[in-house]
């Protein structure tokens, strides 16, 4: 399978606890992106990268949260302290990233299964 | 900033009966739009984008969504829905050479059989 791939894709915690959350995208893609899906909305972009460098940053995402690619290859996204509002799916994408070719294109974000949370 | 609205958060419709999922879009500057599918316990897949060209784009699975600049509406339709069809719909809008995706809250369509 050489699709987005997150680990886990359960996670159940107790309030108060650190968590960490893994993202391989696909293998040729140096752009990855994290999302955020609460029940009844649409998922809400936290972070992207392109290759390590982490480019933009979500106003959601607070200092509890941090997230890495050390190598330019798979992501972890930590979230600690963890908080009963931070009970979400998480959802990870990676692309190719832009081009300029002519007529103009946008690079396809390819979704994960995403990582379910769950804090108690 | 940009925006996307669903109108319809549940559409239930027949087995074989058409179907219209309606999307509207706020953006002060170009955008290019697609429409996502999640089925139950997946992550997103694509179903179809509008970049530029012709205002009629069609996807997979039988899908196809109408570009229209001046209702600002990218509406998803599809001419005989299945069972299999059933799942979550998003509609989402990117800025041109911008990044993130912003989605709506999605619309649930039910297959009644």
């Known amino acids: 399978d050489t699709g987005v791939s997150q680990d886990p894709r359960h996670k159940i915690t107790k309030r108060g606890q650190n968590v960490t959350f893994r993202c391989d995208p696909i293998?040729?893609?140096?752009?990855l992106y994290w999302y955020r899906q609460t029940l009844g909305q649409g998922p809400e972009f936290l972070t992207y990268?392109?290759?390590?460098?982490?480019?933009?940053k979500s106003r959601l995402l607070s200092d509890r949260f941090s997230a890495e690619r050390p190598k330019g290859s798979f992501s972890t996204l930590e979230i600690q302290r963890t908080e009963q509002g931070d009970s979400a799916m998480y959802l990870c994408?990676?692309?190719?990233?832009?081009?300029?070719?002519?007529?103009?294109?946008?690079?396809?974000?390819?979704f994960g299964p995403g990582t379910r949370l769950t804090v108690l | 900033a940009q925006s996307v609205t669903q109108l319809d958060s549940q559409v239930p419709v027949f087995e074989e009966a058409p179907v219209e999922l309606r999307c509207n879009y706020s953006?002060?500057?170009?955008?290019?739009l697609f429409w996502y599918v999640q089925y139950p316990n997946q992550g997103l897949q694509l179903l179809l984008k509008?970049?530029?060209?012709?205002?009629l784009v069609k996807g997979i699975n039988g899908f196809e969504a109408e570009f229209n600049k001046s209702q600002t509406s990218f509406h998803l339709r599809k001419p005989s829905v299945h069972i299999s069809d059933t799942a979550e719909y998003f509609c989402?809008?990117?800025?041109?050479?911008?990044?993130?995706?912003?989605f709506g809250k999605g619309t649930r369509l039910h297959i009644l059989p």
């Open positions: 994408a990676s692309s190719l990233g832009w081009t300029d070719s002519s007529p103009p294109r946008t690079d396809t974000q390819y």
């Open positions: 293998s040729e893609h140096n752009r």
């Open positions: 990268f392109q290759n390590e460098a982490q480019l933009e």
């Open positions: 953006s002060s500057v170009s955008v290019y």
């Open positions: 509008y970049l530029s060209g012709s205002t």
């Open positions: 989402a809008v990117r800025v041109a050479r911008d990044d993130k995706i912003i």
